[in-house]
């Protein structure tokens, strides 16, 4: 366990599976290079991050997220012996009765560090006002996912 961007992965792995991390890396342009040395040839790299659409109506309201690389930047950063197996993306938005609702979700997935600023409650109530105006649909208001899924294997 550790940060895996920075930690010594044993060379001829046939696998590593990464899940809702990468979007954390500082350089995971590095983190494809160093591949490389860690998986087998004939292995499988399996990532799932997100895009940059992921929780755009956050971000456009209060200024503050996440850099997410599209799938082709992501794809642009690996080496040459590695072939893409699968890269898919896609849109999902998911909808709430009210923009509270998204705070809790956000809150609730663990994804609410990204600002370290304390709301009160005339904050809440212009965001949830600002929210409602701009992302909502026939009485309800919609987050924006965009997942993004990457199969790899090392053809050297």
């Not at 992965?9 to 979007?23: T, Y």
């Not at 609702?101 to 663990?110: C, E, F, I, R």
């Not at 009485?139 to 924006?144: D, I, N």
Request: with cysteine; glycine share 8%.
């Amino acid at each position: 366990m550790g940060d895996a961007e920075n930690i010594t992965f044993e060379p001829g792995n046939n696998l590593v599976a990464s899940a809702s991390a990468m979007q954390w890396f500082s350089q995971p342009r590095r983190f494809f290079e160093r591949l490389t040395d860690i998986i087998s040839p004939g292995g499988y790299v399996s990532i799932s991050t997100f895009g940059p659409r992921n929780l755009e109506e956050m971000k456009r309201l209060t200024g503050t997220g996440l850099y997410y690389p599209s799938r082709e930047e992501l794809l642009s950063f690996l080496p040459g012996n590695f072939e893409v197996v699968c890269a898919h993306d896609e849109i999902i938005d998911i909808l709430f009765n009210k923009p509270i609702d998204v705070l809790s979700h956000v809150k609730n997935t663990g994804v609410n560090g990204i600002s370290r600023q304390r709301w009160n409650r005339d904050d809440i109530a212009n965001f949830c006002d600002r929210y409602e105006e701009l992302f909502g649909l026939d009485g309800r208001v919609k987050l924006t996912y965009q997942p993004v899924y990457l199969i790899l294997r090392n053809v050297a």
